[in-house]
């Protein structure tokens, strides 16, 4: 005779599943005491799947508030009331009822690797803004157009900042230290609050409260990350005070230590620039434009740009650009390029062609 062992395996789970519950309610009497260890004793495989299924089960509660699991659970506890939990009996009288708790199983697997998933992400969309109350009891900002992507391990808490800019309140737990990745950069906390932003060419850690310390990747690891201070040199765990946001440039030992510019008015839906180049200052406002996209030429990138502006309006922000510097605004209905002015031919005017400044 040819044992399907497929069948017997899912017998087995089921089985297995209904006395890790039953363990989990709590044995009532000495019978259903006795019931399992007959149980166990008949096949020595059954006391591996019990532990393996009970060792499922108590990361499942691990995490049974994470945010991730709440609507999940709850699609198990409705599973479960109509299977009749509370009046089952063991699946060789019931086997419908086991049916029903395999078939939680199934989503509680499911749950867990969703739950491990070293890449799982929190994103916006252009002119989109989302909070995120993460497993931990942090708190993720993400400004628009921005992704994180989150893992959490028993002894420590990985984040990536793979674009935009994201802020962070970090729930204290000296055990498991709270790090944020953005290109070759690394800010570490146990717990702050402070926002890290991914721009073009340079990566801004602006520290609201507590400290950091961040670290730059080398071709053996990491090293400590160095920042300037008027004219000494100091670790960036102890030049980047509240207050102030540090700028770091890939491939670069050193980081520019600055005031910071009151970054959090994004989460309030307004932009604020103290002092900034213009091509910053419009790879910003592009996170919150869904039609028009803002260009900046070359010639007029490094303009520095002060001043508060409503996300979104990127016509106002080019007009206040022009307004103030000379630079031409071109609107081709997409986009508008910010440019220099063109300059007049001094040699039109001999050749019998009309000329004008275009501002």
């Known amino acids: 005779?040819?044992?399907?062992?497929?069948?017997?395996?899912?017998?087995?789970?089921?089985?297995?599943?209904?006395?890790?519950l039953r363990l989990n309610e709590g044995l009532a009497n000495e019978r259903e005491q006795e019931d399992l260890r007959a149980w166990l004793a008949a096949d020595p495989a059954r006391r591996h799947r019990l532990d393996a299924i009970t060792a499922l089960w108590d990361g499942i509660e691990d995490d049974a508030h994470a945010p991730e699991m709440l609507s999940l659970r709850h699609a198990a506890l409705t599973a479960m009331e109509q299977a009749g939990r509370r009046g089952w009996t063991w699946p060789r009288r019931m086997p419908w009822v086991g049916i029903a708790v395999a078939a939680m199983l199934v989503l509680a697997i499911n749950v867990v690797f969703l739950l491990r998933d070293p890449m799982t992400y929190y994103t916006t969309g252009i002119g989109e803004r989302r909070v995120v109350a993460l497993a931990d009891g942090s708190t993720l900002s993400l400004d628009a157009d921005s992704a994180v992507s989150v893992r959490f391990h028993r002894n420590r808490r990985d984040l990536t900042l793979d674009r935009g800019r994201a802020a962070f309140?970090?729930?204290k737990d000296p055990l498991r230290p709270f790090a944020v990745t953005s290109g070759t950069h690394v800010v570490v906390a146990t717990g702050t609050e402070f926002t890290v932003e991914k721009l073009a060419n340079e990566v801004r850690v602006a520290l609201v409260e507590g400290r950091v310390a961040i670290l730059r990747t080398v071709p053996h690891g990491h090293a400590v990350q160095l920042a300037h201070v008027g004219k000494t040199?100091?670790?960036?765990?102890?030049?980047?005070?509240?207050?102030?946001?540090?700028?770091?440039?890939?491939?670069?030992?050193?980081?520019?230590l600055r005031a910071s510019a009151a970054d959090v008015g994004w989460e309030a839906g307004q932009l604020f620039f103290a002092n900034e180049p213009l091509g910053i200052a419009a790879e910003r406002v592009n996170r919150y434009s869904v039609g028009k996209r803002i260009d900046v030429a070359s010639d007029v990138t490094g303009i520095r740009v002060s001043g508060v502006f409503n996300a979104g309006d990127v016509d106002a922000f080019a007009r206040a650009v022009a307004t103030v510097?000379?630079?031409?605004?071109?609107?081709?209905?997409?986009?508008?390029?910010?440019?220099?002015?063109r300059k007049i031919d001094a040699n039109a005017g001999q050749n019998g062609t009309n000329s004008r400044k275009v501002n």
Do not use: Y
């Open 1 to 20: 005779m040819t044992l399907d062992w497929k069948r017997e395996r899912s017998t087995l789970d089921d089985d297995a599943v209904l006395w890790c």
């Open 169 to 171: 309140k970090v729930a």
């Open 233 to 256: 040199t100091e670790p960036a765990e102890q030049a980047l005070t509240p207050g102030h946001e540090l700028i770091l440039t890939n491939g670069r030992a050193l980081g520019a």
């Open 325 to 341: 510097f000379p630079v031409r605004v071109r609107n081709d209905g997409e986009r508008l390029l910010l440019s220099a002015p």
